[in-house]
T-cell receptor, first 116, second 112 residues
């Protein structure tokens, strides 16, 4: 497909379990972002990958959250020992270049995570 | 602290009417400002991007304005349609290479 894809689209898990969320960016896009959107809240930045540079992890809320981007393409966001407050929509976006320079971010449909 | 504030929080208008959404920011230094439209259950879609030197930018029935001196932006929607019902999010970038700062959005409902 031409857009950003994310999987799974929905995930229900029990408190304390680990989850992995996947993002397939648009081919050729060098920048990849993860965001979290809680009910009634704005988008919260989590982590940013740009090419081969070290990722900007400044938005990760705790050390239970981590992300990888393999081969400069697919990214996986991992949440360990999930808590109920982790329930949210997790959005991935990619950009053909550094977004701060004006590059448009293209968002995926999100993964809706519910922690019971 | 870098912040983006949007108003109103929600808005209901009749189909065919115009409306204006507001965005105030305290992000510094400023690189660019974007407006996104997010339909329920979908990811945001970019409407406009404006840099410091741009005062206005249009995308169909959507027109965004930017006053970098007062750090205010507005999104004007003309002749609203039912499909305009969505959340409109204002996003500001501080400088190249940094994360974007998102407002909480304005939820617009267009009724017939």
């Amino acid at each position: 497909g031409a857009g950003v894809s994310q999987s799974p689209s929905n995930k229900v898990t029990e408190k304390g379990k680990d989850v992995e969320l996947r993002c397939d960016p648009i081919s050729g896009h060098t920048a990849l972002y993860w965001y979290r959107q809680s009910l009634g809240q704005g988008l919260e930045f989590l982590i940013y990958f740009q090419g081969n540079s070290a990722p900007d992890k400044s938005g990760l809320p705790s050390d239970r959250f981590s992300a990888e981007r393999t081969g400069g393409s697919v990214s996986t966001l991992t949440i360990q020992r999930t808590q109920q407050e982790d329930s949210a929509v997790y959005l991935c976006a990619s950009s053909p270049r550094v977004a701060g320079a004006g590059g448009t971010q293209y968002f995926g449909p999100g993964t809706r995570l519910l922690v019971l | 602290k870098n912040q983006v504030e949007q108003s109103p929080q929600s808005l209901i208008i009749l189909e065919g009417k115009n409306c204006t959404l507001q965005c105030n920011y305290t992000v510094s230094p400023f690189s660019n400002l974007r407006w996104y439209k997010q339909d329920t259950g979908r990811g945001p879609v970019s409407l406009t991007i404006m840099t410091f030197s741009e005062n206005t930018k249009s995308n169909g029935r959507y027109t965004a304005t930017l006053d970098a001196d007062t750090k205010q932006s507005s999104l004007h929607i003309t002749a609203s349609q039912l499909s305009d019902s969505a959340s409109y999010i204002c996003v500001v970038s501080a400088r190249e290479g940094t994360a974007l700062i998102f407002g909480k959005g304005t939820t617009l409902s267009v009724s017939s």
